[in-house]
Each structure stands twice: as C-alpha cells, then as structure tokens.
C-alpha cells in the first residue's frame, strides 16, 4: 500500500507535464452589450462573398448544363446566412471583353478581328447574351458587382460600354445587378499597356466619370435605378501612385460641388501574399502567424478609415491568402481556412461591409475548383468551411450580428500571432466568442496541446449553456478530411452531411465565466443557449430556412479542463492502487 502511494505520487510528476501542454490560457473580458467603437456595423447577410475572373465564369456556371456543385456550395451560405454570398464578376479579364448581343452561345470567343491596345487586347474576347444566362443560374436574389471595360477606348467605346451595362441590366433576373465597375486594377494600366502616355489618378477619374455618365444616363436612369450604382477605383493597390482615395477626391472622383453623382462604393483589392510580388518566401506557417495578416494589411487599414470618412462605403472586392492562383500547400490546406475565418472576422471589426474572395477555375486559392483541372476532379477545398462558419455566425443573429475583436496581445511565446478572439453581438446583446488557435501542428502530431479562452461575459450570461462549433481538421497541412459544425461537403454534389452528431456543450458558471480550450490549428465559436446552426434563418428575400443543425439532443457535455484533471488523476491512482 506505501508502495502504492509512492507510485501514485510518482505518476502524478507524469501526468502534469503532459497536463501543462493545455495550460496556455487568456483571459478575457468580453463586454456583454455591444460597445460601440470597437465592434463593427451589422453584417450583411452576403457579407462573405467571392470574386469570379471573367474568363472563367462558365466554369462555375456551367456552360450548355449548369454546374450543379457551384450553385450548390452557393445556396448552403445563403441558407446559412440569410442571402447568398455577394458575388464579383470582375478581375483582369473584364478588360479584355466586348458584348455582342449576336453572340448567343454560352460560352465566350476570341476575337480574330481584335484591334484595340493592350500587352492582351481590351477587346480580346467576345460574350454575349449567353453569359448572363449563365450568371443567372446563381442563387436567387445573388448580389452581383459587374465589371465593365474601362481599358477599351477605340471611338466607339461609349457606344460599347453602354450597350454592355444595358445588358447586364436587362438579362440578369433571378440575380440581383448590385453594382457595375468600371475598368479592373487602373492603376497598372501602364504596366499592362492598356493606355500609355499620361495615365494617372486623375486621367483615371476623367474616364471614370465619363462612362458613368453615359451608362447612367443611358442604361441606368431610364431603368429607374440609382446614380450612386459605381464602384471605384478597384485598384491593385495604392502605395505610392496617385489612387489614393484623397487624391480620387481632389480630382473629383466623388463629384464636383453639387455632391457626389456616381460613386457608391469605395473598391479596393488585396492579396495577403502573391506571387512575384511577395518579397519573404510563401509558406504556411506565415499564413497562419495572424500577425503578419496585420502587418501587410495596416496600410489597407489606413485606406478604410479614409474612405469611410467620405461617407462613402468599403468593400475589398479581391482578396486571396495567395495571388493570383494561390499556392499548392499553402492556400489549399486546412490553416488556410483558420486565415480566412480571422480574415473575415477582422475585417469586419474594421467596418470593411462586403470581401469577395478571388476565384479562378485553376486556383489553388479558390474555396472550390470548380471543374476538372490539374487532373482532378471538382472537390471543396478547405476554404469553403471558412465560408460556412461565417455565414452560420452571420446568420445566427438574422441580419443583427455584429464582430468586435477581443485584444489578444497577451497570448505570448509560441502563440504569438496565433491566438486571436472575436465578439459577437446579436440584437446589441453578446451571443458568441470566435476563438482561433492558428499555431501550426501537422495532422502526424496525434497528442496536440490546446489553449484556454477563460471567457468573462458578464453576469447577465451567468449559468447559461455554450454550445460549441468546432472549424477543424487533422492538421495545418490538410489538404482534406475539414468539417465545419459537424458538417462536411460533398465533392460532387455541395451537400452538406452531418458527420459529426455529437452536440458539445459546456457552461457558464453563476458569474458568467467559462473556459474554452482550443486545439492548435483549430477554431471554435462558443454560442450561447442553442448550437449555432439549429435555429431557423430569416431570409432577406422575407422566406425562412430550417436550422441546418438539429436543435438538441442527448448531448454531450464537456467536462472542464479542471475536473478532467482531476479525474484522470483520479484514474491514476486508481490504477497504481490496484496494480
Ligand atoms: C463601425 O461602424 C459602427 C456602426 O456605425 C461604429 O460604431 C464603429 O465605431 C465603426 N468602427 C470602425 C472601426 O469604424
Ligand atoms: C494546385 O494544386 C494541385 C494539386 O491539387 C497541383 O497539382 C497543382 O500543380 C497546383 N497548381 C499550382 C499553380 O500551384
Ligand atoms: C432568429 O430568428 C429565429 C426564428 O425567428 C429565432 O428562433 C432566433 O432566436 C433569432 N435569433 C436571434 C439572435 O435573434
């Protein structure tokens, strides 16, 4: 029996060392009512979109047969969120197409009589009545900013232009025109040679200007919509030309003396990395230190203030972890979801109101590929799941939820840049935590250390159930094997299946606190009184769906890090007692 004991004492010397792995922890204080300046406006139901390269619509859409797995994995966030992801058709591509309403095969053509400038012609490629029909297979009701040719500049380009918008306006009926562009990354115009001689800011804003004149008087008015239907200056980016928002307004990009005319968004584009550009190597582990999304964005930061200050609204119309078709290993993995969950989230605590994130049919940053490439077969990356976590945290609060970001510069060490934590606010009330835990663990590692998120949520959160939605996966290299909420995606149909029926659940105790671990490379939203995801969704178009989780069940309670130390000491000695 003294022998027994001493064995006892003995294991415990083993037990906590390998205990001490999930003792990293933050404790935060998370402000039970939205507080303002630091949580964002609410978020659009079709906050989290994605941009689409014009070359490559059909294949998402699908050409003569609609691409059933695209429109799928669309309609699950709308389900989700409450409206369908805001989708841009625009990028490079949009420069080099002319409409020719004869043209109706749905698909696009060379142009063999091509003879407009351009290092590619600004009219290289012809579409015609067929990629709207293409476009509108699209979820009902779909948001979409529509890229128009500001590069083509032959004497008939007005006729062109106009004759373009009319069609987007006239074609796309179960989705919804949002907005139009006019001409894609300007500011790289020269690079490009789509013009040459003096193009800057200012020539940028005349031509801006005056083809927004034309469509909206032309296209726009007659169909009784709003002049304010623009968005500019979707440059590439602005350090160091002469883009810069307060410049755009100096040349009177916003309007002269009698306001604004056109403009209704400010547009900008980023990427986190891209290639040929990015000076440091593109790795995973960078993607994945949080921090430098902060370092590379701060400036991007700066132009959402100004722009805001205007009155005017942002939106960060492409974006990527890596341009311009990501990076094998890198984008399409698992930590590449963790990034595009923060990213999600801290732009929206910067009141940035719509991301599209870019999409080409052979990106390795495209949350799905689309159709056969690189000889494989259409499947949903990693990515996707981000997507479906934002919109089921969207959702969740029926067009109410609002981001704030919870300050995380205590999490030090070797979770440093890795640890980051968001509120969110449901009808002005806290309703869940975003915790992510971004430190890198690869799917060999089978015993992986967590981090404790000690939660404060106030005492009018006291004594209530948290219901836990896991983002995870094997590891931060996983190409495959994501599940979202239990869920995963089927690469060949969309359809979500629950995998995972088990509802994990824990408590605040009778002040409002409770502690959440995290898992390396993992994230968890923490909700309060019900799963995120079983509630009904009420949809902008005034319809509901059904909550795509079941409500309850037996369920599964987690215990808390404190009592499953105690019982596996508990196990411990008892086995060193009977041995
Ligand atoms: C975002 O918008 C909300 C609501 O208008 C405001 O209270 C908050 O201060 C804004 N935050 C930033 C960073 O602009
Ligand atoms: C994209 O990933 C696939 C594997 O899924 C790989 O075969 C291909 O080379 C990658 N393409 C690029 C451009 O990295
Ligand atoms: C959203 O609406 C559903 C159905 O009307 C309701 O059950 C749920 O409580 C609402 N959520 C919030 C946060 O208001």
């Known amino acids: 029996m003294v022998h027994s004991l001493w064995a006892a004492s003995l294991s415990l010397a083993v037990v906590f060392p390998s205990l001490s792995l999930a003792q990293e922890s933050l404790s935060l204080s998370v402000p039970p009512k939205r507080s303002d300046a630091t949580v964002s406006a609410e978020l659009d139901p079709a906050f989290a979109g994605f941009g689409i390269e014009p070359s490559n619509l059909f294949s998402f859409t699908g050409g003569d047969t609609p691409n059933t797995f695209s429109i799928q994995l669309l309609q699950n966030l709308a389900d989700y969120s409450g409206a369908p992801p805001h989708i841009r058709v625009g990028g490079n591509t949009q420069d080099y197409m002319i409409y020719d309403e004869t043209f109706t095969s749905i698909s696009w053509k060379r142009n063999v009589e091509s003879t407009a400038q351009g290092a590619i012609a600004a009219d290289s490629m012809i579409i015609g009545p067929g990629y709207f029909q293409a476009l509108d297979r699209f979820p009902k009701g779909t948001w979409i900013t529509y890229g128009l040719n ?46 040459s001689g003096a193009w800057d800011g200012a020539a940028y804003s005349k031509a801006f200007l005056d083809r927004a004149d034309s469509v909206y008087k032309q296209v726009l008015e007659p169909a009784k919509l709003p002049a304010t239907f623009f968005e500019g200056p979707c440059t590439a980016s602005t350090i160091g030309n002469t883009f810069e928002i307060p410049q755009l307004v100096d040349n009177g990009f916003l309007g002269d003396v009698n306001g604004n005319l056109y403009v209704g968004w400010w547009n900008q584009h980023d990427y986190f990395q891209f290639i040929g550009v990015t000076v440091e190597p593109i790795t995973l582990d960078n993607l994945m230190n949080l921090d430098s999304t902060n370092t590379q964005f701060k400036y991007w930061e700066k132009q959402i203030k100004i722009g805001l200050s205007t009155g005017v609204p942002y939106v960060l119309r492409e974006m990527s972890s890596v341009g311009p078709i990501g990076m094998h290993e890198v984008s399409d993995t698992f930590g590449a979801a963790l990034w595009t969950l923060n990213f999600f989230c801290y732009v929206a605590t910067l009141n940035v109101s719509s991301v599209q994130m870019h999409m080409t049919d052979n990106s390795n940053a495209s949350a799905w590929q689309p159709i056969e490439i690189w000889g494989k077969k259409p499947f949903v990356r990693p990515q996707y799941y981000a997507h479906a976590a934002i919109a089921q945290i969207i959702g969740n609060g029926n067009g109410t939820t609002q981001i704030g970001s919870l300050s995380t510069s205590g999490a030090g060490g070797d979770y440093k840049g890795r640890i980051r934590a968001y509120s969110v606010y449901a009808n002005g009330n806290i309703q869940a935590a975003v915790l992510i835990n971004s430190k890198p663990s690869p799917s060999t590692e089978s015993n992986k250390a967590s981090y404790t998120f000690d939660l404060d949520l106030g005492t009018q959160s006291a004594n209530k159930d948290v219901f836990l939605s896991y983002l995870t996966a094997d590891g931060s290299e996983s190409l495959t094997g994501t599940s979202w909420n239990g869920m995963t995606y089927d690469d060949v149909t969309g359809l979500a299946s629950q995998t995972d029926n088990t509802i994990y659940k824990t408590r605040t105790d009778g002040s409002g606190k409770v502690s959440v671990q995290v898992r390396d490379t993992q994230a968890v939203v923490a909700n309060l009184d019900w799963l995120l995801g079983s509630n009904v969704v009420e949809q902008v178009d005034g319809s509901t769906t059904a909550g795509s989780r079941r409500k309850s069940s037996a369920g599964h309670t987690l215990t808390s890090p404190r009592t499953m130390a105690v019982s596996l000491v508990a196990v411990m000695i008892g086995f060193f007692c009977f041995a």
């Open 150 to 195: 500001l590069a083509y500049q032959a004497s008939d380009y007005t006729d062109r232009i106009v004759k373009h918008a009319q069609a987007a306006v006239n074609n796309l009926k179960n989705v919804q025109l949002y907005s139009f562009e006019i001409g894609n990354e300007p500011d790289l115009y020269l690079q490009n040679q789509m013009r």
